[in-house]
């Protein structure tokens, strides 16, 4: 009885990492150059763009947020990284200003958010549109060409280790992203805020900054990955990395990032991405046509939602069933599931999971 | 109220800037005397009185590369025409947003209607809409046949893909292993270079495996990873056998520094950064497809059509093949404009 109790909560717990390692076993099962170093390397470099997009988005989605203008921005930022390196040659200056613009932006996306409370699916749409017209604007439409050694970001390695700087990139942001959701302040501001805003302001937590703060790290996030995206494909691209922020959200999702808030993590997230570059990648190899390609991630995408959402329901009947055989009665309180969360309609309180 | 009060502040001086900058994004083309510059190849004009007729360039997506540098090279090449005033209008990849523009212009009694289709069939009852209306219309890359009184100015996708592909039968050796990239399924350009190959290389060619073909939607960065998968996939690749030339410099990215370098790579469209690569003896050759030509004819079309010279034109830009041998000349072409430093 025990065991089956671990069981379950290992399979709970754990569920998304071991999807990814099933994937694993099955990939390197069905072609054989999947498990190399040159394929685990190729993977990691071709997801860390995404994945930085994606470790930005989770801290948004946590607290309740969303940036939809997440590509634009990073072809804004990417091309002004770009023409600055071409214009001052320096690899600094130009990292800097894709990192600016990624803030600036996100710093008006805050503004339209959490000061004047705009919902951030609107707030983030205009964005979108604005930054792509920005991108387009500064470059008339054109290519920033002739990059040279701006390159050096998205292609070049570690001369120690021989590691791509790409994936540099991502496990520095990783850590950083999985230290400020678990051991700081913001993080745990975050996490209220995604669960119960209300609550989150009545217990004395300042909504308003944290939500300026997760804008501004999700904005230097995208800047990066602007710039990484654009030494990568060595061109300063306008109209580049369109509809990206939706691959961001489908890692952060397939990684349990939960959309009603509250509920995510970052390894969670790094899982995902992976989960879906591994599948991404073994159908390249195997040869499997971009129709079948786009069916497969839409059906991978649905499932983690419905599986999101069937975890919640299941986990707030055992709470309430807890709850009721605790007491023998409901003490008179009044609860509302909705969208598989509890709230307790007295005091506002969410029974999250 | 303070909040109201800074955004309605904002909204207003928006509004004004917006204004003041009527009509964006396209300026009109400066008022240069015609017989200062006129267009190389323009026809001389009979005298208007001064009338200025009012061209509506309708572009698939600003947002594309190519697209905005047929844009940018008609922009110019309006500038040869004094009586001529053209506006851009973007439309933002999206069929909705180009028949609403075509809609527009109709109303608003454009003399001319340029139509740069983002899906042929889509827009097609609304360029009959137009011509039903008087107006003289354009269809340009792709042009969109078969609607009497409307006139097109285009490439032949099939023919710039085939020049290619006879080229690459004498080049690409016995037995080779070669991957295709393709553009958008369905979009009449990316269909008929794909129907090139097949008839001009690959029925003629049995001995070569294709170990790699995707759509990677003329994206760089699509292309780039597939090409980085294919490289592990197989041991041996002889050639990069690409519709657009965005996509074989991201396959061809994928390939720099690796045992991979030096395969053959063929792309369609001669942009800026084809033609740099192909200097830099990375790329192959690619067909040209000339903004500049095509802006050259749509601009000389309009002003036959507008001055009653002809009622239907149906013309087709060349097809030049830019190799190692005469890339210079593209080079220069593509510096004249500004692409190049």
């Not at chain 2, 095509?294 to 309009?302: C, D, G, M, V």
Request: glycine share 8%; hydrophobic share 50%.
């Amino acid at each position: 009885m025990e065991a089956k109790a671990i069981m379950q909560t290992v399979l709970k717990r754990y569920n998304i990492y071991l999807v990814l390692l099933l994937l694993f076993i099955v990939a390197t099962i069905l072609n054989p150059n999947f498990l190399t170093a040159a394929n685990m390397t190729n993977v990691a470099r071709q997801l860390a763009v995404t994945t930085i997009l994606a470790f930005g988005a989770t801290i948004l989605i946590i607290g309740g947020m969303l940036d939809l203008s997440a590509g634009s921005v990073l072809a804004l930022s990417g091309v002004v990284a770009a023409q600055v390196f071409v214009d001052t040659q320096s690899l600094f200056l130009s990292m800097f200003s894709g990192i600016l613009v990624g803030m600036a932006c996100n710093f008006v996306n805050a503004v339209m958010v959490a000061s004047f409370r705009a919902p951030p699916f609107i707030a983030t749409l205009a964005m979108m549109t604005m930054a792509r017209g920005a991108a387009l604007l500064y470059t008339n439409g054109q290519n920033v060409l002739q990059l040279g050694r701006f390159s050096e970001f998205g292609q070049g390695s570690d001369p120690f280790f021989g590691i791509p700087y790409p994936i540099i990139y991502l496990f520095v942001l990783f850590l950083l992203t999985w230290y400020l959701l678990r051991h700081t302040r913001f993080g745990r501001s975050i996490y209220a805020i995604g669960g119960n805003e209300e609550a989150a302001r009545a217990s004395g937590i300042n909504v308003v900054q944290s939500k300026y703060m997760a804008y501004l790290i999700n904005g230097a996030f995208v800047g990066i990955a602007g710039v990484l995206f654009m030494s990568r494909i060595n061109v300063g691209q306008p109209n580049g990395a369109i509809g990206y922020e939706f691959h961001a959200l489908t890692a952060a999702i397939i990684g349990g990032t939960s959309f009603s808030g509250g509920i995510g993590t970052a390894a969670g997230t790094l899982a995902g991405a992976f989960i879906v570059g591994f599948l991404n990648n073994i159908m390249n190899l195997t040869g499997v046509s971009s129709f079948i390609q786009q069916i497969v991630r839409g059906a991978i995408i649905a499932l983690a939602v419905i599986y999101d959402i069937w975890m919640k329901n299941r986990k707030t009947k055992s709470v309430l069933g807890s709850i009721e055989n605790k007491d023998g009665s409901d003490k008179g309180t009044n609860r509302t599931i909705e969208n598989g969360t509890t709230t307790d309609t007295d005091s506002g309180t969410k029974i999250d999971t | 109220m303070k909040m109201k009060l800074i955004l309605a502040v904002v909204l207003v001086v928006a509004l004004l800037a917006g204004c003041a900058t009527t009509p964006a994004p396209a300026p009109a083309a400066p008022a240069t005397p015609a017989q200062d510059a006129p267009a190389q190849d323009a026809p001389e004009a009979p005298p208007t009185d001064g009338e200025v007729f009012r061209v509506a360039y309708i572009a698939r997506a600003q947002a594309d590369a190519f697209a905005a540098w047929l844009a940018n090279a008609v922009l110019e090449e309006a500038a040869n025409y004094p009586n001529i005033e053209v506006t851009v209008f973007d439309g933002q990849a999206s069929d909705s947003v180009v028949n609403t523009h075509i809609e527009n212009a109709i109303v608003n009694q454009f003399d001319v209607i340029i139509v740069q289709p983002h899906n042929g069939e889509a827009q097609r009852p609304f360029v009959e809409q137009a011509v039903a209306a008087g107006i003289h219309t354009i269809t340009t890359n792709a042009r969109i046949d078969g609607i009497p009184g409307s006139s097109s100015v285009d490439a032949d996708p099939f023919e710039q893909a085939a020049v290619n592909a006879r080229v690459a039968i004498d080049q690409i050796p016995e037995g080779a292993n070669v991957v295709v990239l393709n553009g958008p399924p369905g979009n009449f350009h990316a269909d008929e270079r794909r129907r090139a190959w097949q008839a001009e290389f690959f029925d003629a060619r049995p001995d070569v495996t294709i170990v790699g073909e995707q759509i990677a939607n003329w994206n760089i960065d699509e292309a780039m990873s597939f090409m980085e998968d294919w490289m592990i996939a197989n041991d041996r690749i002889d050639a990069i056998i690409s519709m657009n030339d965005n996509m074989a410099l991201g396959a061809l990215e994928a390939v720099r520094g690796t045992a991979f370098e030096g395969l053959l790579a063929y792309g369609v469209d001669g942009t800026a950064e084809a033609v740099l690569s192909i200097q830099a003896g990375e790329m192959t050759q690619t067909t040209l497809q000339s903004a500049y030509d095509l802006a050259e004819l749509l601009l000389q079309t309009s002003y036959r059509l507008l001055m009653g010279l002809d009622t239907e034109i149906h013309v087709d830009v060349g097809n030049p093949i830019v190799t190692i041998d005469n890339v210079e000349d593209f080079i220069e072409l593509h510096r004249r404009a500004g692409a190049i430093s």
